[in-house]
């Protein structure tokens, strides 16, 4: 009688391969390095504080148009949109780069 022809790696062996795989992977909670990105390491919050001091609440609500920075505006309120709204938080990521420049610019900072 022949044997049967050898099948796949069984449910146990390829636990012990999945597991040597995710012993070599780096950890998820490593953060990534980002030397050129000038966002890096600012939050989100840190940036609408900053824009709402450097322009006020009033132009800000004119240079990026949403209901957040013109009725009521605030910190909080800013936030719960602008990280639902990708579309928002890059305008408010590219008007915060723009108010850098234009520090570094002046010399105020």
Known sequence: MKSAPPTAAG?????????AQAA?????TAPAKQPRNPLHGITLEAMVV??????????LGQRIPVR??????SVSSSLKFLRKT???REKVESLYLF???ERRRTGEG
């Open 11 to 19: 449910p146990q062996e390829q636990d012990t391969a999945l597991s």
């Open 50 to 59: 900053e824009l709402s001091s450097y322009f006020g609440w009033k132009e």
């Open 86 to 88: 990708p579309w928002a």
């Open 68 to 73: 957040c920075f013109q009725q009521d505006p």
């Open 99 to 101: 108010m850098q420049r």
């Open 24 to 28: 070599t992977a780096p950890p998820p």
